[in-house]
């Protein structure tokens, strides 16, 4: 992988950090790289760790719940905000990723995490996701 294909895959994942709410697909994100939806897909988790999609999901679902955490929007509307338009697919995905359901995680206690800076509070509270945490540590996730 050239220098120039991880800018435009930078690119591309800056917009999904920005755009997370916008409708995004594979096609149009590839297109912001300047490579065919297939290359993207392949050359993303090469660069990442992920593809696309999960990347894309995992920052919903962290905007989420920092809404949630807030609490002044119902799951519906957070649903919404962050990008789902089925409150079905919202849950399920959610749920997957935190471990419980949206309105069990808006329902907790969340007080100790307020005066916590975003940033900090990103970190904390990110979810490590199927195999990740050995990528991150810079092991091998494979077996002998």
């Avoid at 800018?7 to 590839?30: G, S």
């Avoid at 392949?42 to 609490?71: C, D, K, N, V």
């Avoid at 799951?75 to 949206?102: D, H, I, K, Q, Y």
Wanted: aromatic letters at 8%.
């Amino acid at each position: 992988m050239t220098r120039d294909d991880l800018v435009r895959l930078r690119q591309a994942r800056d917009r999904m950090n920005r755009e997370y709410a916008q409708p995004l697909d594979v096609a149009a994100l590839a297109r912001t790289a300047l490579m065919s939806p297939g290359h993207f897909s392949r050359s993303f988790r090469s660069a990442f760790g992920e593809t696309p999609y999960s990347y894309l999901m995992t920052r919903r679902i962290e905007r989420a719940q920092a809404l949630l955490r807030r609490g002044d929007l119902n799951v519906t509307e957070v649903c919404m905000a962050v990008g789902f338009t089925s409150l079905g697919s919202f849950s399920s995905r959610f749920t997957e990723v935190v471990g419980e359901s949206p309105s069990s995680y808006r329902a907790r206690d969340h007080s100790w995490s307020a005066s916590l800076p975003g940033c900090v509070a990103k970190m904390i509270l990110r979810q490590v996701r199927n195999g990740e945490s050995g990528r991150r540590a810079g092991t091998s996730s494979t077996t002998s």
